[in-house]
């Protein structure tokens, strides 16, 4: 999979034995992490159940970083799941968005 952007070494914030996470490079709010499995399959609904586990327990992890570093007043979870749905990178992933007071945001604009 060496097309793959995902399945590249990626500098990340955080990583398990089978996920890592990564800031977004088109961020849609301050702090926006993309939740990667290692394994590459193409949508979050193949992943196994440990590698959701790995990348659940990486979620918390870095909610607790974003918290501290950029104070959201609340989070989005978020999975694009084929092309249908705005899927852009066929490799499976979940987003993790800090959410901020007064901000115009519309969970579409996922679809970048």
């Known amino acids: 999979m060496h097309e793959c952007i995902f399945c590249k070494d990626l500098p990340k914030v955080f990583e398990n034995e089978l996920a890592y996470c ?10 926006h992490m993309l939740f990667i499995p290692k ?5 979050i609904f ?9 990348v659940f327990a990486l979620i918390q992890k870095a909610k607790e970083l974003l918290t501290k570093e950029y104070k959201p007043d609340g989070f989005n979870i978020a999975a694009n799941c084929g092309e249908a749905a705005g899927q852009i990178v066929m490799h499976a992933h ?7 007071k ?3 945001f519309n969970l579409r604009s996922l679809v970048h």
Not at 94 to 100: G, M, T
């Open 22 to 31: 990564v800031y977004d490079i088109h961020p849609i709010t301050k702090g």
């Open 39 to 43: 394994r590459h399959h193409a949508t």
């Open 46 to 54: 193949e992943s196994t159940p440990e590698e959701i586990k790995a």
């Open 94 to 100: 979940i987003h993790l968005l800090p959410r901020y």
């Open 102 to 104: 007064g901000e115009s």
